[in-house]
């Protein structure tokens, strides 16, 4: 699913015009990433959560030049799904 079929699929169930529609859904993403870009934790209940993970240093190979590279920590994006909304994809076969 894209972000419009999302929107065209909110603004049928709700009434709302798309424009709107459109409008917040681009408002949510915005929150999420700046939030999350300033190392806060977003959740929403029965959905899950975003947050960052903290990734290790480690030695890495570039295998065409055959040399280690050190790659040092850094921060990730991710999404921790709460089990209300695992359940049913879980059951999908």
Known sequence: MTKAELVNEIA??????????????????DSV????????TVYLRGFGCFGTKTRAAKVARNISKN???????????????????EQPVRKLK
């Open 12 to 29: 049928m169930s709700t009434g709302y015009d798309k424009a709107t529609v459109g409008i917040v859904v681009e408002s949510f993403m």
């Open 33 to 40: 990433i700046k939030h999350v870009s300033a190392d806060d």
């Open 67 to 85: 040399i280690s590279v050190a790659v040092p920590s850094h921060k990730v994006p991710f999404f921790k799904a709460y089990p209300e909304f």
